[in-house]
């Protein structure tokens, strides 16, 4: 319950103009899995080699609507976008989110 007789609202995070579910409705993990070259196609449905670490056998899996992903060979290895995103540059959460947020073209964003 909200104060008073107000009903409870509820926030999506935001960071500069856009939520963090607005980013996570634009960009798919298949975009970025693009934007850094890796190899395969993650449009199709079943298991790829892993871009995050040596492998032979296929075990990188990504949801059929591309937002979120698993590496069935690692234990650590998973999550949504921004996660993806943290991995493959090699950077923090914050700047993941930061460089996400550019890449949607956020209004808030400083260069």
């Not at 509820?10 to 960071?15: G, I, K, L, S, W």
């Not at 934007?35 to 492998?55: C, N, V």
């Amino acid at each position: 319950m909200g104060f008073g007789n107000e009903p409870a609202r509820t926030f999506a995070p935001r960071v500069g103009e856009l939520s963090i579910e607005d980013i996570k409705s634009k960009i798919t993990i298949p975009d970025l899995w693009a934007k850094f070259g890796y190899q395969g196609d993650p449009t199709k449905r079943g298991l790829l080699i892993s871009p995050f670490r040596a492998e032979r056998t296929p075990s990188f899996d990504i949801t059929e609507q591309g937002t979120r992903f698993k590496d069935w060979g690692s234990a650590e290895i998973g999550g949504d976008i921004f996660d993806f995103y943290q991995r493959a540059a090699g950077c923090s959460k914050a700047d993941a989110i930061r460089d996400l947020k550019a890449m949607c073209g956020d209004p808030g964003i400083q260069s």
